[in-house]
Nanobody, 126 residues
């Protein structure tokens, strides 16, 4: 079992930056692929970024490529999402997810992940 706790959300002006963190419990964090998803009101949850257990492979939604960066620190059981050049359309609840499996392919669907955090709100004002 893995418990995930997100932090770092908040209100920011368009063009600004935020860094989200997701702290995971347990001693097997390095065995999990990690992902970030987001959900805006009235919309379905969508994939934002993912990273394999080793950190060697990453994937991003087209809408955030070049602006967001996912990284992980296995020694700290933490995954990060650095968000730059934020836009009002990035406003959403952001959720961290963990998927068991030492694969080299980043899962981009919610079904690829087994555990979810409670989410942190990101609001970008225009």
């Amino acid at each position: 079992q893995v418990q995930l706790v997100e932090s770092g959300g908040g209100l920011v002006q368009a063009g600004g930056s935020l860094r989200l963190s997701c702290a995971a419990s347990g001693r097997t964090f390095s065995s999990y692929a990690m992902g970030w998803f987001r959900q805006a009101p009235g919309k379905e949850r969508e994939f934002v970024a993912g990273i394999t257990w080793s950190g060697r492979n990453t994937a991003y939604a087209d809408s955030v490529k070049g602006r967001f960066t996912i990284s992980r620190d296995n020694a700290k059981n933490t995954v990060y999402l650095q968000m730059n050049s934020l836009k009002p359309e990035d406003t959403a609840g952001y959720y961290c997810a963990a998927g068991l499996g030492r694969t080299t392919v980043v899962g981009t669907s919610a079904g690829s992940y087994d555990y979810w955090g409670q989410g942190t709100q990101v609001t970008v004002s225009s």
